[in-house]
């Protein structure tokens, strides 16, 4: 494909269209990029080559220019030595001279053209260039700002899993406290009842031997009094 076509290609292009067919917009944009910079390498090379032409066929016209006057004196010296033949030739060389510059100067003028056109085609590409560098710039925001974005989220994820963490940690504690606390309410609970079944049953006891103790004594007491 040759460089014109390619640029003709390359400016035609929609780019909006194209990256929104892309799989990875942000790759497909660097290739166009690339490209573009390709193209634009070769279009200023094929300038510089359409310069370098017209310079050289600006100095032929110059050097045809100065043969042209030169066998246009060449005619009048043979005209004044009376050497009309010679004056002839001179003017046969002259016309010949004249056929080249009009060459020549067809040529400049079409190096003019093409030059021009060139020089337009370089400024739509370099347009065109901006253009896709300023959409990657803004993708490679984007990109960014989706990455950090996705952090945050995590981070105020992960934070929320933390205190979830923390929130059933303290339940949890809070929960075996109770079931210590209750566990030590029924102890003592437990102890103290114990206690006082003990106390009644030791009262009995006492009871029982004092009342055994007093009759023993009324027993006796009335056998002395027989």
Known sequence: ????????????????????????????????????????????SACAEKLAAKAKAQR???DTQQRIDLWQQRAEL??????????REALIEKRRCESDKDVLEGDLK?????????RKNILQLEEKLQTVKQKHKLLVQ????????KKAKDTIRSASDVRAYQRFSELE???ERMEAEAEMADYGGNSTLEDEFSRMEASGVVEEE???LKQSMKSRGGAKKE
């Open 173 to 175: 504690n809070r929960i």
């Open 60 to 62: 032929q016209l110059e």
């Open 142 to 149: 984007r990109g960014a700002q989706a990455t950090e974005q």
């Open 78 to 87: 043979a005209v004044e030595k009376g050497r009309d033949e010679l004056a």
């Open 1 to 44: 494909m040759g460089v014109f076509t390619r640029f003709k290609d390359i400016v035609g292009a929609n780019i909006n269209t194209l990256l929104e067919k892309a799989e990875n917009p942000e790759k497909m944009i660097k290739l166009m990029m690339q490209e573009m910079e390709d193209t634009l390498i070769e279009l200023k």
């Open 110 to 118: 079409q190096y003019d053209g093409l030059i021009s056109e060139c």
């Open 210 to 212: 004092l009342e055994q």
